[in-house]
C-alpha cells in the first residue's frame, strides 16, 4: 500500500500548522488515487511529528511511503534531518520503502510557474 507524507517545518503558531494540515488535505484530493494514505508532519514545534506520520501510515498497512519535503532550500532539515529520521525508520521497519522526494524548491518548473502566479 503507497502512502504519502508533507513534511513542513512547524510553528508555534497553530493557525499557521493549521494551514498546513488543510494543505496537506487539498493536495490528497488533487492526487486522486495515487496513494491509498495521505498525511503530514512537521519537523519540530507541532504534532504529528514526522515521525509519528511514518508509524501511523505503517500502522495502516503503508509499505512505500513517499516524503515530500515542503521547504523552498536545501538547509540542515532537507540534507541531514530528514535522510537521517528516514534511516532510522528504515531500520525499525525493515518492510518498509521510504522515499524522500526533492524538496518543494527542487522541483522541476518550479520557478517558471511561480513567476506565471505573480
Given at each position: 500500500m503507497k502512502g504519502f507524507?508533507?513534511?513542513a517545518h512547524g510553528s508555534r503558531r497553530a493557525a499557521a500548522n493549521d494551514e498546513i494540515a488543510a494543505?496537506?488535505?487539498a493536495l490528497a484530493e488533487g492526487m486522486g488515487d495515487k496513494f491509498a494514505v495521505i498525511g503530514h508532519g512537521f519537523w519540530e514545534l507541532a504534532e504529528p511529528s514526522l515521525e509519528q506520520?511514518?508509524?501511523a501510515q505503517v500502522a495502516a498497512g503503508a509499505?512505500?511511503?513517499r516524503l515530500f519535503p515542503y521547504f523552498l532550500?536545501?538547509?540542515?532539515?532537507v540534507?541531514?534531518?530528514l535522510p537521517s529520521v528516514l534511516e532510522q525508520k528504515r531500520e525499525q521497519?525493515?518492510?518498509l520503502s521510504i522515499t524522500l522526494l526533492p524538496h518543494l524548491g527542487a522541483l522541476p518548473g518550479?520557478?517558471?510557474w511561480l513567476g506565471r502566479q505573480l
Open positions: 507524507i508533507l513534511v494543505f496537506a488535505g506520520a511514518i508509524d509499505t512505500d511511503i532550500a536545501q538547509g540542515k532539515h540534507v541531514k534531518d521497519y525493515p518492510q518550479f520557478a517558471d
